[in-house]
């Protein structure tokens, strides 16, 4: 029997046998379960259909299909529902490419305030490779988004597309792969600057520009990799603190303390948290103080390599959420909570820069002993009270001192302006940096696309 007398005339064991290269959603009767070596049947129960089987457990309805074209048709509504290579996106210039997933879905929402601004100008796309980002993205963004499952699907996107400038918000692995994709510039723009050693890998050497804030961000590839080209790296400021949606004040007359520790970290050289040593002594001491409200906001990927460190989040944040002078926030930008705190605890994150902006004292737990092979000192220690093992049981009492005489407010202004830089952040200037730089990099990307054709006919 041919493939296509197969199709006519029985098209469910058609569909059973074929090899599938698309992804396939709800809206037929049976649903197409997508495997690597077969096509499966989904269970009756989870088919999002309207037509109900008789009983649970027997087989759904058959399609009932008289030719081809009825085939082709029925086809249309399902295969490709989600946005992949089948996209016209040829008007678009601008592309944010985001492997990672939910967990790390706050490092493109830091980002949408800068991307609105640069959209006016030049239409932009969001890519995504991850089914429940793409529902976030499109249920919460505005943007046009490409779910590519595949790395075919990726590549047919790039090729029937002309990005000029394809931007990255971290060093997820799968970024290698829009690497490939040789017709535009690659821009890594961060997700935020700490002295973790992940803001000076050597990947970024794989990108056409690197954003970086303002000195410290230049000063750290400089002064640790070697054989770097130093022109790549642009200065564009902080334009994400120029996008703050404020939250309403916290109910309280007490001193609010926020407790802001980072996760341990894709390895163990990684792991800045505070949890595992500090964790439950800071909370239960500052729980046990009459004048303290807390406030804890653990980083979004906190306890997802470290079973201890998720075992410890969990114990605080159900200690907190019993107790009236307390709150836990687990979403949300943290720098929309900062005016309304009176002194924070932080961890070695990028977060902890972003508070220099509020000019407020701070504290910061003393993890740097964990950075290996770095040739310069973190100076934001400069900017902070340092906490130290035996601290941690008297940090009450840190607290009331730094309320009182805020021990590093000079040294903390000079550190600022290193971290961020000279730009007027009350009135956009850092955004407006960002969004010329793209278009300038837009701009080079066609004169370079030029040239080479150029070369081609000589």
């Not at 796309?125 to 991850?130: A, E, G, K, L, M």
């Not at 992940?198 to 794989?206: H, L, W, Y």
């Not at 000079?410 to 007027?424: A, S």
């Amino acid at each position: 029997m041919s493939k296509l007398t197969k199709l006519v005339n029985n098209p469910k064991q058609f569909f059973w046998d074929v090899r599938p290269v698309r992804v396939v959603r709800n809206a037929l009767p049976f649903e197409i379960v997508l495997t690597d070596n077969k096509t499966k049947r989904a269970e009756p129960q989870k088919l999002k259909s309207s037509v109900k089987p008789k009983k649970a457990k027997q087989p759904a309805k058959k399609l009932a299909v008289d030719n081809l074209a009825q085939i082709k048709n029925s086809l249309k509504s399902v295969i490709n529902d989600v946005p992949v290579s089948n996209v016209n996106l040829r008007h678009h210039q601008v592309a944010l490419y985001f492997s990672g997933g939910m967990g790390s879905i706050y490092q493109v929402e830091q980002w949408l305030g800068p991307l609105k601004v640069l959209h006016k100008l030049t239409p932009i796309v969001i890519i995504t490779r991850v089914k429940e980002v793409y529902d976030w993205l499109t249920s919460n963004t505005e943007f046009v988004v490409a779910y590519c499952r595949t790395i075919q699907d990726l590549t047919d996107l790039y090729e029937g597309s002309d990005f000029k400038c394809i931007l990255y918000v971290n060093h997820g692995f799968k970024n290698f792969q829009s690497l490939m994709h040789n017709k535009a510039l690659h821009i890594h723009i961060n997700h935020g600057e700490s002295d973790k050693t992940s803001t000076i890998t050597n990947q970024a050497k794989s990108y056409d520009y690197v954003y970086v804030v303002a000195q410290a961000g230049y000063d750290k590839y400089d002064k640790n990799l070697i054989k770097k080209n130093m022109e790549k790296y642009i200065k564009v400021g902080r334009p994400q603190l120029e996008h703050i949606q404020q939250k309403d004040a916290f109910k309280t007359d007490k001193t609010v303390v926020l407790y802001a520790p980072t996760w341990e970290g894709t390895h163990e050289s990684m792991n800045f948290s505070s949890l595992q040593e500090y964790g439950l002594p800071i909370v239960q001491q500052l729980m046990s103080h009459p004048d303290y409200f807390i406030v804890y906001k653990p980083h979004p990927n906190t306890g997802s390599r470290d079973t201890n460190i998720k075992n410890i989040n969990e114990a605080i944040i159900k200690m907190l959420s019993e107790n009236e002078d307390a709150e836990v926030i687990l979403s949300g930008d943290i720098n929309s909570i900062y005016s309304h705190v009176d002194i924070c605890i932080f961890d070695n994150s990028a977060v902890a820069i972003d508070y220099l902006k509020i000019n407020k004292p701070m504290l910061m737990t003393d993890m740097f002993y964990r950075i290996k092979g770095r040739m310069d000192s973190p100076i934001i220690t400069g900017a902070a009270r340092m906490i130290k093992s035996l601290d941690a049981f008297n940090i009450a009492n840190i607290v009331k001192e730094e309320l009182e005489l805020d021990t590093k407010e000079t040294e903390r202004q000079k550190i600022k302006q290193y971290y961020l830089g000279d730009f007027d952040y009350n009135n956009g200037e850092s955004t407006n940096e960002f969004v010329q730089k793209i278009l300038e990099a837009c701009k080079e990307r066609d004169s370079l696309i030029d040239e080479m054709s150029s070369n081609k006919r000589i």
